[in-house]
């Protein structure tokens, strides 16, 4: 899998920025399929940094109701990532 199709999107949050600041931990919305070896060397190579761990969930999709109809929110995979004390993104 290509590295730009890893990586969806960033995830700035107000949380996320403060675990960005405080702890070193950056939040990505991930490809489902992509596991935590794909996801570490994808933000290696797109950030430049060094990461020292990849933690990852899977979002389940909330029922939503438009009208008189209901529908399902699509599922989405969120990936946390711990970068070295030295190294920081940017982006947050």
């Known amino acids: 899998m290509d590295n730009y199709n890893v990586i969806i999107r960033p995830l700035v949050t ?3 920025t403060h675990f960005a600041t405080k702890k070193g931990a950056y939040s990505f919305e991930v490809n489902k399929k992509a596991n935590k070896v ?9 950030y ?6 990849v933690r990852t969930a899977n979002r389940k999709g909330k029922y939503r109701r438009k009208g008189r109809t209901y529908g399902l929110t699509s599922s989405w995979k969120k990936a946390v990532v711990y970068l070295e004390p030295e190294y920081h993104i940017d982006l947050f």
């Open 14 to 16: 107000e949380q996320g």
């Open 48 to 53: 430049s940094v060094k990461v020292s761990k």
């Open 38 to 46: 794909e996801i570490k060397s994808a933000v290696e190579k797109i």
